[in-house]
């Protein structure tokens, strides 16, 4: 029989055995990192990875080579080639740019290494006063409304529309499961795939999902909005709930929120929004009037680590009745090891996991509230507004560029355009985009997508990032037309 009364007694064999070396290391990784944030906008947006990183060729590590060896290969084989959001001309994807300060949150949030599933912690009253400062900054009720974050706007719309499903089941749903309900909900054509997985998620299946057309400006179509819900009420099904969109991913559309928020009172229908990225425009007292009738809304998801910079992965949910909330997610069958008590660290009721899926849960609420502590509302704000800004503009040089065409209205900070030549096929030309969109990425020069309006290939520039200079844009547009002239067919 093996002896191990020696190894009970033993110190961590995970913590620093010499913490003076392991401080010196831990300092040069993060200057490490800072230098990483500091010097990123002079090198390249993107880089092709090369085919050793891809390989995955590497054995599970047996034995652990130290910390100063790792350093060396982040280093070398992960910073050179991330994604390139930290980038002041990544504009292809509605990422976050991140902040240095944020380095500093991200440490503290691995320090505390803090399960927020529940128990009573400072942690858990952090979460609770940026759930509170959201609230005051949406117009929610304070002592009614309820919160909780989460991963991302996906994982808050799964859970909105299942708040939505209480409500219209009486939660007998939790039960019998969505029995016999006919449930159905609607959004616009434009809205994001997640809505309609959090349907198929739900069990109600994307079929469940009505595709509301959209007008000019790309927002919901209102009218055929309340002839849908009429007919499928007259063909004996159960609508139940209205997801709108309050910056859509193609173009930036904001959809008709008072005249949605009109017919779900008159139709007993739940309005959720979809701000992943374009909710926290509030925060922005020249954008906030667009936003008029989210304060009346029923539930609202979004993002931190998009328009406010926040680090990966960080979103929230918002709910006007927090008991309905609470019903949906809270225990239905007492088990003996989530049980609260009144006082101790088993204390403070009501946990977040009460609202939600995850008994556990990282601190991610920490990167949110530092933000908003160090910087503040009005400098976020004026981040914010300063991309619209910039977004501007460049719809108006587009304008101005007869090689250009402006594909969509610049709602907010998303221009969408496209490379015209006469004499070339729609095909061609749709190639053409596409092409010239995949060079920019591929030489380093910016990093836009490509998305499809109207049947055409558009190159879609998305500007959430606090870097972007106008210096930025100008060189996106000579490349473009560079790149144009390059590959004519």
Known sequence: MIDFSAEIDEPSLLDPEDWPAFREQA?????????????????????????????????????????????????????????????????????????ASGLVSQMMIAALNANLGGRDHAPIYVERQLIRWMHELFGFPLDEASGTVVTGTSSATLLGLSVARQRATAGEWRKDGNGQYGLVAYTSAQSHVSVSKAMEMMGLGSDALRSVPVMDDFSMNCDL???????????????????????????????????????????????HVDGAFGALAILAEQLKPRLDGISSADSIAFDFHKWLHVGYAAGCLLVRDGEVHRQTFANSHAHSYLQSEKSGIAGGAPWPTDYGIDLSRGFSALGAWFQLKEQGVTRLGRAIYRNCLQAEWLGAAVEQDPTLQLMAPVNLNIVCFCFRQPGLTDDELNQLNRRIVVELQCRGIAAPSVTELFGCSVIRVCITNHRTRKADLEALLSAVGELALELLP
């Open 27 to 99: 300092h040069m990784a993060l200057d490490q990192a800072l230098d990483f944030v500091q010097q990123r906008p002079q090198q390249a947006v993107w880089r092709e990875l090369p085919d050793r990183i891809k390989a995955l060729d590497q054995e599970v590590p047996i034995d652990g080579s130290g910390m100063s060896s790792v350093l060396d290969e982040v280093a070398e084989d992960i910073l050179p080639y991330s994604l390139g959001n930290t980038h002041p001309r990544f504009w292809g994807w509605v990422n976050g740019s991140g902040t």
């Open 225 to 271: 909005l309340c002839a849908m819900v009429d007919e499928d009420r007259r063909a004996g099904l159960m609508p139940f709930a209205v997801v709108s969109t309050v910056g859509s991913v193609n173009t930036g559309a904001i959809d008709d929120l008072p005249a949605i928020n009109r017919l779900c009172r008159e139709s007993g229908l739940w309005h």
